[in-house]
């Protein structure tokens, strides 16, 4: 019986298709390029990752304007060397060194929580953060956020219920009445 046939005409046929392959997959690699994180993002700008709780997978971002939207799970709790509360949705302008027209992001300053309407870095080398609470704008150290906070499912209790900062469902009920005769505000039952 004479030698197989297949064998002789292709004899390196194996050989020359892992290298055609190989060289393919230079040219056009076959690995799914992953989109960039909001983590990335923030990263690209100049800023540091933890401004954000850890675990953020559902965002998106338009890359003309920089605007971007956040969808977390829960509203939730992080603390450093204050208290950040984050609700359901988070979103703001993203720029190089700053977040503006921030929304869904509270810090906790003593007993009271302030909305944090941006955030900036002016100078990286300086190490220096400023959070902008309306009237004030509150200093911190870049090293406060160079990892994504743990976050915490956050109580009702303990965070701000709406954008307002107020807390309605600690207010009893009852209704405040005018008196246009003497002047005063008095509340009744």
């Known amino acids: 019986m004479g030698p197989c046939l297949k064998s002789l005409a292709f004899p390196h046929f194996p050989a020359v298709s892992v290298t055609f392959f190989l060289y393919l997959t230079t040219l056009f690699p076959f690995s799914a390029t992953s989109q ?11 800023l540091p990752i933890g401004l954000l709780p850890k675990g953020i997978t559902e965002f998106s971002i338009d890359p003309t304007t920089g605007h971007f939207q956040i969808n977390l799970t829960q509203p939730c709790n992080a603390k450093f060397e204050n208290q950040l509360h984050y609700d359901f949705n988070i979103s703001g302008l993203l720029s190089f060194g700053k977040i503006g027209e921030l929304s869904g992001v509270s810090q906790q300053e003593l007993f009271l929580w302030f909305q944090v309407k941006g955030i900036r870095v002016d100078v990286p080398s300086s190490g220096l953060i400023y959070f902008d609470v309306g ?23 303990d965070g701000p219920v709406d954008s307002r900062g107020s807390d309605d469902s600690k207010i009893q009920p009852g209704k405040l009445e005018f008196e246009t005769g003497e002047g005063d505000l008095r509340a009744a039952s």
């Open 36 to 46: 960039p994180s909001i983590y990335d993002h923030l990263r690209q700008n100049g």
């Open 135 to 157: 009237v004030v704008d509150k200093q911190f150290s870049l090293s406060l956020f160079e990892n994504p906070l743990e976050c915490t499912a956050s109580d009702p209790s």
